[in-house]
């Protein structure tokens, strides 16, 4: 099986088919894919201007779509590092048990879903290395009242275990909300 350096090298090399780069640029979302692996493949077809069914886009349209990937990756794996050598430090000094806020850390650990969008259409418009730098910055604050990466007071319980932007998209990880932002999450109306 190959790697994400080894799968973004085909989607950069112009002696392969039109057909593997792009082939290439789709097995890089199982390696990563902050939104998950629809969403985050419509929103690089979205801004870098190729459709999700296109089956020849401009290649220098699918290598700046895997640019934006990358730049996301790194800022992502930055972040692992730096959490993996704090919890060893913590460790080294008796801490044991992990924080609150890094039970999402540990729910997130390989890169994929960190901002998880139920619907595949509603992401953030953002560069997915900007979305990912507020999430970030956001664990490293006090909880807030609202979405992290687009500042919107308005969640809602979707069907998965955290709450949802009702104007980006991304699923809120529950540590970064206050237990009154929490309570006041609106529950969507079901379908009769």
Known sequence: MA????????????????????Y???KCLERFAPYGHRATWDHLCSRHGFGPEDRSPDPA???????????????WL?????FAARRRREKHDGLRRPAGVDTWQRRT????????????????????AEVLRRLLDALDREPGTGCPVCATAHLAWGEGPEPHCVRCGISVPRELLTPRALAQVATPLLAA
């Open 109 to 128: 650990g390989s890169g994929y879903a960190l901002a998880w969008c139920d619907n595949p259409g509603l992401h953030p418009s953002l560069p997915l």
């Open 3 to 22: 790697g994400f350096r080894s799968l973004a090298r085909q989607v950069r090399d112009p002696r392969c088919d039109l057909a593997l780069r792009r």
């Open 78 to 82: 930055a972040h692992e590092e730096r």
């Open 61 to 75: 349209r699918l290598v700046a779509a895997l640019a934006e990937l990358e730049e996301a990756r790194a800022l």
């Open 24 to 26: 290439s640029l789709r």
